[in-house]
């Protein structure tokens, strides 16, 4: 795009929009939310970033959100950034791991929220297949 004082070509510049993730764990298992809006299906409890907002505020956020948990002991995982890895934009999340003591219920923009293991895993939306693949790799190296 040209300046239209000076003719000498503007950058533009476009970011990855940053997200929030989080692996609520509730007695050996984790919460998964299926989703109300597009994409459809099975994902990790989370969501935008709001402007003025912590990461770590926007992650408590959507976990009680979205499946009606208060989060505790949480800390961060790993961030996430593939270009694709969500098919509505650039996002780059930040993925935090937490845990809770009582059953999720679904809210906000979550159709269901249930618990989930290793072993019986649903189809899962945007890169969260990875990022649980990781996450179950980092709790055998812990153990």
């Not at 950058?11 to 299926?34: C, F, H, M, S, W």
């Not at 800390?75 to 593939?82: E, G, I, P």
Request: net charge negative.
């Amino acid at each position: 795009m040209l300046c239209p004082h000076c003719h000498q070509e503007i950058q533009t510049y476009r970011n990855p929009v940053p997200t929030v993730d989080i692996i609520i764990e509730i007695e050996g298992a984790i919460v998964l939310i299926k989703r109300k809006n597009p994409p459809h299906g099975w994902a990790l409890p989370g969501g935008f970033v709001d402007y003025g907002e912590s990461y770590e505020t926007a992650a408590q956020r959507e976990a009680k959100e979205e499946t009606g948990l208060v989060v505790k002991n949480m800390h961060q995982f790993r961030t996430y950034s593939a270009p694709n890895r969500d098919p509505r934009q650039h996002t780059a999340s930040t993925v935090f791991i937490a845990q809770a003591d009582t059953p999720p219920t679904a809210g906000d923009d979550a159709a269901e929220a249930a618990l989930f293991n290793e072993e019986n895993l649903p189809h899962l939306v945007f890169d969260h297949a990875l990022i649980l693949s990781d996450y179950f790799a980092f709790k055998k190296e812990k153990s």
